[in-house]
């Protein structure tokens, strides 16, 4: 059974930076036929897809536009666990955050574990 | 504002036959599969469709999808209390390339 665990604070600062892990067991970050996704929620915007990882011989990265400047994702295949990094963060980044997996066998897209999601309030 | 564009309400009764649409564009469900996601209270989205048609197993028949062009739709058959929930589209978006969501719609069983 996979799980996804999420961790990291639910307060950040105006202009700090939102870091937030999710650990994986039952699978792992490397599985070449899955994908990694950052995924959030809020009131004001909804659904927001964020940008994911996965590995296909190399590392993959893909960003949102919406966030492409200031997002960073990243495997830890020591800790078996991937990563998000938002930088230079405001209060319209204050949302419930999702790291989700994609199970991408035969070329299928099935969201099918979740982590538990993490309210990230932007305020001072 | 969404990408793709879904009535934020919906409702039926219990044992009724509802419906959700999504409309989307050239470059997200024109070209590629839709999806739907269910989201129970407090809960992370669940999926319920992919490829536009298919069901995750352990997801009732009950849950249809179906596509039509640029729009998708999900269905629900003998409806009871515990399908109240949020319910969302989404779709891989060509032009943006990335994933694209409906903004939601609230299904009521009255």
Same mark, same amino acid.
Request: charged share 15%; glycine share 8%; net charge neutral.
């Given at each position: 059974?996979?799980?996804l665990? &999420?961790?990291? #604070?639910?307060?950040?600062?105006p202009?700090?930076?939102?870091?937030?892990?999710?650990?994986?067991?039952?699978?792992?970050?490397?599985?070449?036929?899955?994908?990694?996704?950052?995924i +959030?929620?809020?009131?004001?915007?909804?659904?927001?897809?964020?940008?994911? =990882?996965?590995?296909?011989?190399?590392?993959?990265?893909?960003?949102?536009?919406?966030?492409?400047? +200031?997002?960073?994702?990243?495997?830890?295949?020591?800790?078996?666990q $991937?990563?998000?990094?938002?930088?230079?963060? @405001?209060?319209?980044?204050?949302?419930?955050?999702?790291?989700?997996?994609d199970?991408?066998?035969? !070329?299928?897209?099935?969201? *099918? /574990?979740?982590? &538990? !999601?993490?309210?990230v @309030?932007?305020? %001072? | 504002?969404?990408?793709? =564009?879904?009535?934020?309400?919906? %409702?039926? =009764? #219990?044992?009724q036959?509802v419906?959700?649409?999504?409309?989307?564009?050239s470059?997200?469900i024109?070209?590629?599969?839709g999806?739907? $996601?269910? &989201?129970?209270?407090?809960?992370?989205?669940?999926?319920?469709? /992919?490829?536009?048609?298919?069901?995750?197993? !352990?997801? #009732? *028949?009950?849950?249809?999808?179906?596509k039509?062009?640029?729009? @998708?739709?999900?269905?629900?058959?003998?409806?009871?209390?515990?399908?109240?929930?949020? /319910? /969302?589209?989404?779709a891989?978006? *060509?032009?943006?390339?990335?994933?694209? $969501?409906?903004?939601? =719609?609230?299904?009521?069983?009255?």
């Amino acid at each position: 059974q996979v799980q996804l665990q &999420q961790s990291g #604070p639910g307060l950040v600062k105006p202009s700090q930076s939102l870091s937030l892990t999710c650990a994986i067991s039952g699978d792992s970050v490397s599985n070449s036929n899955v994908v990694w996704n950052w995924i +959030r929620q809020s009131p004001s915007r909804g659904l927001e897809w964020l940008g994911r =990882t996965y590995y296909r011989s190399e590392w993959n990265r893909d960003y949102a536009v919406s966030v492409k400047s +200031r997002i960073t994702i990243n495997p830890d295949t020591s800790k078996n666990q $991937f990563s998000l990094q938002l930088n230079s963060v @405001t209060p319209e980044d204050t949302a419930v955050y999702y790291c989700a997996r994609d199970n991408n066998v035969r !070329g299928n897209h099935i969201f *099918d /574990y979740w982590g &538990q !999601g993490t309210l990230v @309030t932007v305020s %001072s | 504002q969404s990408v793709l =564009t879904q009535p934020p309400s919906a %409702s039926g =009764t #219990p044992g009724q036959r509802v419906t959700i649409s999504c409309s989307g564009s050239s470059s997200n469900i024109g070209i590629n599969s839709g999806y739907w $996601f269910q &989201q129970l209270p407090g809960t992370a989205p669940k999926l319920l469709i /992919y490829r536009d048609i298919q069901r995750p197993s !352990g997801v #009732p *028949d009950r849950f249809s999808g179906s596509k039509s062009d640029t729009s @998708t739709s999900l269905a629900i058959s003998g409806l009871t209390s515990e399908d109240e929930a949020d /319910y /969302y589209c989404a779709a891989w978006d *060509d032009s943006v390339a990335g994933w694209v $969501f409906g903004g939601g =719609t609230k299904l009521t069983v009255v």
